[in-house]
């Protein structure tokens, strides 16, 4: 599985983002050890806290089903290049290594990629 790869399955799966409220659509592409790819969209909800973001989705999908080790996430908006908020940061440090991927871009071709380290230094941890 390329980077590329990946966020062409991230830029797929955006096309099912929930977004009515901002308007501002998300897909994510998660790939865990087992090489499976899990994806995921913003869903957004009337009450704005309540809003789930595409990464979290795509984490969430894929620890219910049993994944625990992951490589690597791609991540796209509707405007293009998407690093993940803050709280996604922290959440998903909860299941990475720093030395995790995150890519986005606004193309395929200009993609851009960090640690999980690079997004989060000196981070929370128990
Ligand atoms: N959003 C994400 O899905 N991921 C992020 O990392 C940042 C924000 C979503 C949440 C909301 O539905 C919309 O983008 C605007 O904030």
Redo the contacts with the bound molecule.
């Keep these: 599985m390329t980077e590329r790869e990946l966020y062409e399955k991230a830029l797929s799966a955006m096309q099912n983002a929930y977004?009515p409220y901002?308007k501002?659509t998300?897909g994510a592409a998660l790939l865990a050890s087992s090489g499976h790819i899990y994806t995921g969209v913003?869903v957004?909800n009337a009450s704005y806290g309540a809003?789930i973001?595409?990464?979290r989705t795509a984490f969430v999908k894929a620890i219910s089903e049993g994944e625990r080790n992951f490589e690597a996430i791609a991540i796209v908006s509707g405007e293009g290049k998407?690093w993940?908020?803050g709280i996604?940061r922290q959440f998903m440090l909860e299941f990475v290594e720093d030395d995790f991927n995150i890519i986005t871009g606004d193309s395929i071709e200009s993609l851009e990629m960090r640690t999980m380290k690079e997004l989060l230094p000196e981070a929370f941890r128990l």
């Design positions: 977004a901002s501002f998300v913003n957004e809003t973001c595409a990464e998407a993940p908020c996604c």
